[in-house]
């Protein structure tokens, strides 16, 4: 659900990240707010950034409360997803006239198209999955 935004904003760590892991998620609010988001001046990030703090739950409440967020802390899922539109959106529209002219049109000529090639070889069609178990049955050696 968030791996396809967090690629958008080109979060350095989209593919490894797993909610579960709350310093992970802490971190990932960090760099929303440090990168994307900027809602608090550099200088007031200071309690926000110390993901490690004992406080830092209260330091996010008060925070979704400053950017007008009514998920409570407890329900993790929704409070990324609620972020992350909210990057998205203030991303876009930072960039929007990189974006103005964006069609499906254009982008799909951007697209490289590659050359199609037919092998006349009936080898290239072959399922290797099938090939490659077959040849781990064929060499076993036989029991007597």
């Not at 406080?55 to 009514?70: F, I, S």
């Not at 990057?87 to 199609?116: G, Q």
């Amino acid at each position: 659900m968030y791996k396809r935004k967090l690629k958008a904003l080109d979060y350095y760590q989209h593919e490894n990240f797993t909610l579960n892991d709350d310093l992970q998620f802490r971190n990932l609010l960090v760099w929303l707010e440090n990168k994307k988001i900027r809602h608090y001046k550099i200088e007031d990030r200071t309690k926000f950034n110390d993901v490690t703090s004992s406080e830092w739950p209260e330091t996010l409440t008060k925070y979704l409360k400053d950017l007008g967020c009514h998920v409570t802390n407890s329900d993790t899922p929704t409070i990324l997803d609620w972020l992350l539109g909210l990057a998205v959106r203030l991303d876009y529209e930072d960039n929007a006239d990189a974006y103005k002219d964006l069609t499906s049109e254009n982008l799909a000529a951007l697209k490289i198209d590659k050359p199609k090639i037919k092998s006349d070889n009936p080898l290239d069609n072959l399922d290797c999955r099938y090939l490659n178990h077959a040849l781990k049955y064929h060499s076993k050696p036989n029991k007597k």
